[in-house]
């Protein structure tokens, strides 16, 4: 390549010094002497001396000369030896990272959540996470439940959270949380009188669903079905903000998971949020990651820590 074009050329691997043969120019350069140095890396000073011969040729340079009937560094050498110095320090940097990755997370780690979990939970999980992996960045995203699974699948995001079920074999999952669902209304609603309510009480009213790509949508039409309340296709919401202020405005009641009540269903919101007595509508929110993940190991550990902070009262 053209020396005036800025970029050097790729040196072949095969003219690449090795490590070994660094150690041995470092050594030499230590103690100044071919059979100290050879003695301090516990090889023959032969093999020593032939390793630095070889060397000299892959860099085009002498790096002892004889000096009566002695051999001595020569300049270039002795900076030879310390920038070699200098690469086995990076080389033994490189190894403790690699060999920390085995035990911490570290460097950028892509999570994601759905838009059901994502305002409700990431703070407070993600202190979990930083608590045990201080040297881990972590790049935060909120996608629907089809997009984050093929985001994992092709490795786009290293772990997320969601609701069952895992629709891929090779996903590896752990629940961290039993997300039952409230029974979320006006406050002036006939409802919201009562301490609980059944799915008998749900007959006839309207039920506020999400847009489609929700997965809440589903487990909220199976609960309309099953107690005979009505839901109107034509009204939806593209977030559980946006179904709660239509909650508010009297259109109709919906399903709240209990995560999200402290926010949605806080004092002065308009809405209130009532237990089932007769059954136990519920959600089971899981880390996930893909299955033959190296860092799978981690991943499970972090799922416990995960679960252990959500099973804590919300502050």
């Known amino acids: 390549m053209n020396s005036t074009s800025g970029v050097r050329a790729a040196i072949p691997p095969a003219n690449r010094p090795t490590i070994r043969q660094l150690e041995y120019l470092v050594a030499l350069g230590a103690h100044g002497h071919i059979?100290?140095?050879?003695?301090?890396?516990?090889?023959?000073?032969?093999?020593?001396?032939?390793?630095?011969?070889?060397l000299e040729?892959?860099?085009?340079?002498?790096?002892?000369?004889?000096?009566?009937?002695?051999i001595v560094m020569t300049a270039a050498g002795r900076e030879l030896a310390n920038?070699?110095?200098?690469?086995?320090?990076?080389?033994?940097?490189?190894?403790?990272?690699?060999?920390?990755?085995v035990t911490d997370l570290i460097g950028p780690l892509r999570f994601a959540a759905i838009p059901t979990v994502a305002p409700y939970l990431l703070a407070r999980v993600l202190p979990a996470v930083r608590d045990r992996h201080p040297e881990v960045q972590t790049l935060l995203d909120e996608i629907q439940t089809t997009e984050l699974t093929a985001a994992l699948m092709s490795a786009s995001i290293d772990l997320g959270l969601l609701a069952l079920p895992v629709p891929d074999d090779a996903l590896e999952h752990r629940i961290v949380l039993e997300d039952p669902f409230l029974l979320a209304m006006a406050t002036d609603h006939r409802l919201a009188q009562k301490t609980t309510v059944t799915m008998d009480d749900l007959a006839g009213e309207t039920m506020l669903l999400l847009d489609d790509g929700h997965g809440l949508r589903g487990q909220?039409?199976?609960?309309?079905?099953?107690?005979?309340?009505?839901?109107?296709?034509?009204?939806g919401g593209t977030s559980l903000a946006t179904i709660c202020q239509m909650v508010a405005a009297s259109m109709g009641v919906t399903l709240l998971p209990s995560s999200a009540a402290p926010i949605e269903a806080r004092e002065g919101a308009g809405i209130a949020v009532r237990p089932f007595s007769d059954v136990n509508?519920?959600?089971?929110?899981?880390?996930?990651?893909?299955?033959?993940?190296?860092?799978?190991?981690?991943y499970r550990e972090l799922a416990e820590l995960m679960a252990e902070r959500l099973a804590e009262p919300a502050s």
């Not at 920038?83 to 990755?101: F, K, N, Q, V």
């Open 83 to 101: 920038r070699a110095r200098s690469i086995l320090h990076s080389t033994d940097e490189l190894m403790e990272w690699g060999r920390s990755t």
């Open 281 to 298: 509508p519920c959600r089971r929110l899981v880390l996930i990651w893909r299955r033959n993940s190296s860092a799978a190991p981690l």
């Open 35 to 54: 059979g100290r140095a050879a003695a301090a890396c516990y090889v023959s000073q032969p093999t020593l001396s032939t390793q630095i011969r070889q």
């Open 220 to 235: 909220a039409l199976e609960v309309c079905r099953a107690a005979g309340a009505r839901s109107d296709g034509d009204t």
């Open 57 to 70: 040729r892959h860099l085009g340079v002498a790096v002892t000369e004889r000096v009566g009937r002695g």
